[in-house]
């Protein structure tokens, strides 16, 4: 289910797509745009978002481990996240970005890596049974241009090292899931310019405010 939002006073927004698309390019632009609305704004990325996360997110992103390592420890940084940011936030009614949150997993863990679908459904009913981002913002564009924008950047994680066939299944993966649950996830089209996709945010957020 998505975010009760008769639950708690503030909204969860989560932003995902493959390494490349672009979301991170709009992630301050919707923080401003909310606060100009009058709403008060955290905002956070996972792996990471608590001083454990961070910990974990050097380890995740860098250091090669077991598939199944690399998912556990994916949802122990994701559930000090909820204890520790989440949660609290979304209690004293500010609205919460997280730049990813469940869907990268299943996306990467899942699609890319190959991970049992079971298994990651397991861990998602484990770790927040009650609690689904009210949007999610899937930024999607094709490989080609994911994989130019990524190496026109910086030195790569190891996630961003990874060729092309694995990132083909993460997104195939994250369609699944925007077409599982469209209630929840808006599909962005980001190969528009900057201005272009500012403007079809907009209108995404108007809706939910």
């Known amino acids: 289910m998505t975010q009760d939002s008769t639950a708690v006073p ?45 910990k974990l997110r050097d380890m995740l992103l ?21 204890a520790q940011v989440i949660e609290p936030a979304l209690a004293r009614g500010d609205w919460v970005i997280s730049d990813r949150f469940t869907d990268a997993s299943f996306a990467y863990q899942g699609g890319g890596r190959g991970l049992n679908r079971a298994k990651m459904e397991a861990l998602e009913q484990w770790v927040h049974p009650h609690l689904q981002p009210a949007l999610t ?16 950047t910086r030195t790569l994680d190891k996630f961003e090292q990874e060729k092309v066939d694995f990132f083909a299944a993460c997104r195939t993966e994250y369609l699944r899931r925007a077409a599982q649950f469209p209630e929840r996830i808006v599909v962005v089209d980001s190969t ?5 996709t500012r403007a079809t945010l907009t209108g995404i957020l108007e809706k939910l405010l």
Do not use: N
């Open 192 to 196: 528009k310019s900057i201005e272009e």
């Open 10 to 54: 503030g909204k969860f927004i989560s932003f995902e797509g493959i390494d490349g698309a672009g979301k991170s390019t709009h992630i301050a632009f919707v923080a401003d745009l909310l606060r100009a609305r009058g709403k008060s704004v955290v905002s956070s990325r996972e792996p990471g978002g608590t001083a454990v996360g961070e």
């Open 62 to 82: 860098h250091e090669k481990m077991h598939l199944e390592t690399e998912a556990l420890l994916m949802f122990a940084s994701r559930r000090e996240h909820m």
């Open 137 to 152: 913002l899937l930024f999607d564009v094709p490989l080609d241009v994911a994989r130019a924008r990524l190496d026109a």
